[in-house]
């Protein structure tokens, strides 16, 4: 790991200012349509003239699932340890391109190059035409190769699976493991052929292989010239893993298959989330003392000096959802404390499996979701004796709806979707007993209206008790077991985006362990409209927005009643809010994050241009970077701007270097 990064150590009160931005989003010059490792050099120039101190980014590791748009989610990585082929610069190969297919690359990188957005699939079926064809050509020599024997042999626990899977995906077509037609099942013994001379999947395995020793070479010469300038490169941890991965493969014991993770209704999506990623078995990892986690930590400290971890949340309890399900609302918290009959009992619940459980549909209800075309509803629903309604057995979990419609999407499959989630309980079944978890926002459903009085009262204090008080205790344990023990393995600072719903022990846990923590000013915890930096504590990392909000424009015009609070309330600014967010008033937001206490203020760069009208993207339409309540979602943001015209725009970065220093964050 670079020994610049004891700097965070050595000063008490280190203070420092950066810019957030995916490496797929980086435009240079001379670039291929998306953002390179060799591009993070350029950054570094342009964050040294601007006297940024540190670079963060969104996730490396490969994705390449299907060779589609949906691989450009960068939080669904196939290889917890690949890089992704994506950012490889072809110019800067060992070997150069064939002669004749120089024109054809030097044509195609201009026609990528001019593009607004990322055109993901054409970038990563040409990058893969001419790695092939740079390895096919020079294949005797890079074989000799004695750093590329060495890279092999230093890293082939994970690098033969990775190049074995490769080869198995893509052959089959699928990553699919458990659809593949032989090694569905991983056996290290009939995987290592794959790195054999004579067996007849060896030149593709290699090929794999060398792609990741040259992605290594490249990033590694980009994070040396990062800190011979200073400047520090802060990661990215997904907290999830790709359910047909690598590590799915090679370790499934170590994941809880059978389920999919995600996140409980927010300000993103009143549906919550469904990453369709397997949960972890703690249990099982915490039995070999969290090797997995130790080795994940040492692979990502070979470049980075500090590191984000997404949704720290998951260190306490996941939202875990059964595969049945394909929205996050049908999801709850796990581990945790469930609520058992006998408390039903004792707050006299009349406790109706069938009423709690299912979901309940009357002729009021099917008119409210469907209207007159309620008709249409009936051939996937019975009537019952009592004249309310239940999903017929082919139809009744959301998943089973979904795949009816997979082929043929209809607008009612949504609402027969959203109708399967009319339910007030979700049971789980636990060492040959059913316990049972309140849906989140229960009280919200209509199942709930149809209730008694009495009965609405007694469910919603057993939902509040459940949500916000007897939880607590066991989520601080279940952290405290397995974050110590694995921080400890790194020397990596440490940030946990601690966003969302937070239970109390959570800031708590962090304080303890030394992890800053994140304060967005427009997602605060608690019961106010936004958070104030000046009031942000030293473990703390302050800014405007995330890569998965909209940014700063954007969400000025999203809500003008809101904006006009922020404006008179959160800037002190008199009047009227201005209908777009002016340059003058992005200033001021700006210093608000510098001028405090928090060790670091970490900016998208889209919130830069927002700053200076003669750099700011005239079509704040192509800004943001994801919208988590759209799932897929297409990962295709690139800067307006070439990163070479922001590091010779002397007056630009002076206004921005005068500010950081004055801020003391110089």
């Known amino acids: 790991m670079a020994d610049h990064y004891f700097r965070f150590k050595s000063y008490q009160m280190y203070h420092d200012a950066g810019v957030a931005v995916p490496v797929f989003s980086l435009r240079t010059e001379n670039g291929f349509g998306v953002g390179e490792f060799f591009d993070l050099k350029k950054l570094a120039d342009w964050a040294n003239e601007a006297a940024l101190g540190i670079i963060q980014i969104l996730p490396i590791n ?17 290889s917890v340890y690949a890089l992704h082929p994506q950012y490889i610069s072809i110019e800067n190969l060992d070997f150069g391109l064939p002669k004749e297919l120089v024109e054809e690359y030097q044509a195609e990188k201009i026609d990528l190059n001019v593009l607004d957005l990322i055109d993901y699939e054409k970038v990563i079926s040409s990058k893969w035409k001419y790695l092939k064809a740079v390895f096919n050509t020079e294949k005797d020599k890079i074989y000799k190769d004695r750093n590329f024997k060495k890279f092999i042999k230093d890293n082939e626990e994970w690098l033969l699976p990775y190049s074995a899977f490769c080869v198995l995906r893509d052959k089959y077509k699928t990553p699919n493991f458990n659809e593949w037609k032989t090694h569905k099942k991983y056996i290290a013994g009939k995987i290592s052929p794959f790195f054999s001379v004579k067996n007849k999947d060896y030149d593709d395995s290699m090929l794999h292989a060398w792609v990741q ?3 290594h070479k490249q990033l590694k010469d980009a994070v040396d010239y990062i800190h011979r300038l200073g400047v520090s490169l802060k990661g990215d941890l997904p ?17 809880g298959m059978d389920f999919q993770a995600g996140a409980p209704p927010d300000q993103f999506t009143e549906i919550g989330q469904n990453w369709e990623f397997p949960t972890y078995n703690w249990e099982a990892m915490k039995a070999d003392n969290y090797r997995w986690w130790k080795n994940r930590f040492k692979a990502l400290e070979q470049y980075f000096d500090a590191m984000r971890i997404d949704h ?8 875990r959802m059964p595969i049945s399900a394909t929205q996050g609302i049908l999801g709850y918290f796990y581990p945790a404390v469930p609520i058992v009959l006998d408390e039903f009992k004792a707050r006299h619940i009349p406790f109706d499996v069938e009423r709690y459980c299912k979901p309940f549909i009357n002729n009021e ?7 007159e075309e309620n008709f249409k509803a009936l051939e996937f629903i019975n009537q019952n004796a009592d004249g309310t309604y239940q999903f017929k057995e082919e139809f009744n979990t959301q998943r089973k709806i979904a795949n009816y ?11 027969l979707i959203s109708l399967c989630a009319n339910v007030l309980f979700l049971e789980e079944e636990r060492n040959g007993e059913t316990v049972y978890h309140p849906r989140f926002y229960a009280f919200k459903t209509e199942s709930y209206q149809y209730l008694s009085d009495w009965e609405k009262e007694s469910i919603y204090e057993l939902y509040q008790d459940y949500f916000f008080k007897r939880q607590d205790y066991l989520w601080k344990t279940k952290a405290m077991e397995k974050l110590p023990v694995i921080l400890n393995a790194t020397d990596m600072l440490i940030c ?6 937070v239970p109390d022990c959570v800031p708590e846990v962090m304080d303890e362990l030394a992890i800053i923590a994140l304060k967005v000013q427009r997602m605060p915890s608690g019961n106010i409209p936004f958070y104030n930096p000046k009031d942000a504590g030293y473990m703390n990392v302050v800014t405007a927005s995330s890569h998965d909000s909209s940014t700063l424009r954007q969400w000025w015009k999203e809500d003008i009643g809101l904006t006009q609070v922020y404006f008179n309330q959160q800037l002190n600014q008199y ?32 919130e830069f241009f927002a700053i200076d009208e003669k750099v700011v993207n005239q079509d704040m339409t192509d800004e943001r970077i994801n919208n988590p309540a759209v799932f897929p979602h297409y990962w295709r943001y690139r800067m307006h701007l070439n990163i070479e015209n922001l590091t010779n725009n002397l007056e630009f970065n002076q206004k921005i270097s005068n500010w950081i220093n004055e801020s003391g964050r110089g």
């Open 62 to 78: 490969d994705t390449t699932a299907n060779y589609s748009w949906t691989d450009s989610y960068p939080y669904a990585a196939v």
């Open 213 to 215: 020793f040259q992605l």
């Open 239 to 255: 907290i999830g893993i790709y359910r047909h991965s690598v590590e799915a493969w090679t370790e499934p014991d170590l994941f």
């Open 312 to 319: 720290i949340l998951g260190f306490f309890r996941i939202w």
């Open 365 to 371: 209800i099917l008119w409210k979701y469907f209207g």
């Open 405 to 415: 419609f997979k082929d043929s999407p209809d607008d009612i499959s949504g609402k």
């Open 496 to 501: 946990g985006e601690d966003l969302g719903l």
């Open 575 to 606: 009047g009227k809010a201005f209908d777009d967010l002016e340059p003058a008033i992005a200033e001021i937001i700006m210093k608000q994050h510098l001028y405090n206490d928090a060790m670091l203020a970490i900016f998208p760069i889209q």
